[in-house]
């Protein structure tokens, strides 16, 4: 069995790599921290509903990835090099100088806008492992009193691309399960919608029923605590952050 970390551990990781990622600003580095985190998800995924949330998040970027190397194919400032490609250039107003729409493709502008999209694919990446591998429940009950209420919004937002995922999930089985084949956007949108909803309403409920915001006391009841595999993965992934940014200096 797992020994469970710390539900701010995974976090931190996420945190001080995606610095190292972003002052390395190598699409090489960020690639291997990406494969790096699809090992840590699949080595520690326990089978819970938020393990999901990487793919979910791999697919995210894998989009992103694509838009933004079009958007710098077809938008952008022209940068001088190897012509590629050639596209019919149109007119813009003369109060939006140095940028253009069309033109030469150059290699250099192409593997500029795959290198940043790369690097934003990989810090979403990142944050959706550390989501993949965190209880949102547990990482809410670490938080301190002075912060609860940021600390709910940012479990809510961190939540929710597992939550969605599960949902997803149960809605396509219930309609095979129906013998509904319908597929696309329009099939699972609505029930995803009424879901959603109805779970809303429960939480309103549930945390009306318990007294929310009544008392600031927190309860101490089965405390989580930091242990020295927790400091030993801080160590060394701040070690690995640090290197990345020394090799881009």
Request: aromatic share 6%.
């Amino acid at each position: 069995m797992k020994r469970p970390l710390h539900p701010l551990t995974l976090w931190l990781w996420a945190i001080l790599l995606a610095i190292g990622v972003v002052a390395a600003d190598s699409a090489s580095v960020a690639l291997v921290v990406v494969g790096a985190a699809a090992i840590i998800v699949w080595v520690r995924a326990d089978g819970s509903a938020w393990n999901k949330s990487f793919a979910l998040a791999l697919r995210v970027g894998a989009l992103i990835l694509v838009i933004r190397t079009v958007v710098g194919i077809l938008i952008g400032v022209p940068i001088p090099g190897t012509t590629l490609f050639r596209i019919p250039i149109l007119d813009l107003p003369s109060w939006m100088p140095g940028i253009r729409i069309g033109g030469a493709v150059t290699l250099e502008r192409l593997s500029s806008s795959i290198h940043e999209g790369i690097i934003i694919a990989t810090l979403l990446a990142l944050f959706g492992a550390a989501t993949s591998l965190t209880s949102p429940h547990k990482l809410l009950r670490v938080m301190p009193y002075f912060i609860y209420e940021i600390g709910i919004t940012l479990v809510i937002a961190a939540s929710l691309l597992p939550q969605i995922a599960s949902s997803l999930r149960r809605i396509r089985t219930a309609q095979k399960l129906r013998g509904i084949e319908l597929r696309g956007i329009r099939s699972l949108a609505l029930p995803l919608l009424e879901e959603s909803l109805t779970r809303s309403l429960q939480l309103a409920a549930s945390m009306d029923s318990r007294g929310y915001g009544v008392s600031r006391k927190r309860s101490r009841y089965r405390p989580i605590r930091w242990k020295s595999e927790d400091s030993l993965v801080i160590a060394l992934t701040a070690g690995l952050s640090i290197a990345m940014m020394i090799s881009a200096g």
